[in-house]
């Protein structure tokens, strides 16, 4: 059974600092791996996906990696924004691709 | 805790059928809940906002009466799919926020509709 953690849980940082929100999987028989951000009582938004055969995708400010081997995928944000500060998800679909598993989640506070 | 239930897990229907998805929140009262779809090699991607007793929210792209949403009770969600095409094949997830904790989601484990 899959199993993903987030580490940290939450996460406090001031206004332009780069950080890295970490994403670890138990299972390495993934088909992607995605990475959300959740704003209070608002639905996700999907922000970068990885494909099994990849190893990063970019998006503005945002780059994700995905290490499948060590059940690892990291979630960089440069250059931090009050406008961050929301819940990240990240989230491993199985290979078969019907079975989504979330981590628990990194709550995020960018502080002016 | 916190428990959210999808059913079926499965569907295979013919084109031109409806289908309806429920969502249910097991041992908590939802005041939201959400619908996503994901189909295959793309990402998850928000359909609709559910509020108990009022209408859904639709995103952007997203037909309202094509994917009717009704949420009767804090406790249920469901979703039919109107006369289904093969192009509406995908995986249909729903999430459920509790009352009182606006910030945490639930997800449902999905349902896997085929359209034939």
């Known amino acids: 059974k899959q199993e993903v953690t987030q580490i940290p849980a939450a996460l406090s940082v001031p206004e332009g600092e780069n950080l890295v929100l970490n994403c670890s999987f138990t299972?390495?028989?993934?088909?992607?791996l995605q990475w959300f951000r959740q704003d209070p009582g608002k639905g996700l938004t999907s922000l970068l996906l990885?494909?099994?055969?990849?190893r990063e995708q970019t998006s503005g400010r945002l780059n994700a990696s995905l290490d499948k081997s060590s059940g690892r995928s990291t979630l960089y944000i440069a250059a931090s924004q009050p406008g961050d500060s929301a819940t990240y998800l990240c989230?491993?679909?199985?290979?078969?691709?019907?079975?989504?598993?979330f981590g628990g989640g990194t709550r995020l506070m960018v502080k002016p | 805790g916190a428990v959210v239930s999808q059913h079926p897990s499965r569907v295979i229907c013919k084109s031109g059928t409806s289908v309806k998805i429920e969502c249910r929140s097991l041992?908590?009262?939802?005041?939201?809940m959400f619908w996503y779809r994901q189909f295959p090699k793309q990402s998850l991607m928000l359909m609709a906002t559910?509020?108990?007793?009022?209408?859904?929210?639709?995103e952007q792209g997203v037909e309202k009466d094509k994917f009717l949403i009704n949420h009767a009770s804090l406790t249920l969600s469901t979703l039919t799919v109107t006369s289904a095409h093969p192009e509406d094949s995908s995986f249909y997830i729903c999430s459920a926020d509790r009352i009182h904790d606006g910030e945490t989601q639930y997800f449902g484990p999905g349902t896997r509709l085929l359209v034939l």
């Open positions: 041992d908590f009262q939802a005041t939201t």
């Open positions: 990885i494909q099994s055969s990849q």
């Open positions: 559910s509020n108990e007793g009022s209408k859904a929210t639709y």
């Open positions: 989230a491993a679909t199985n290979n078969a691709g019907n079975m989504l598993t």
């Open positions: 299972d390495s028989a993934i088909y992607n």
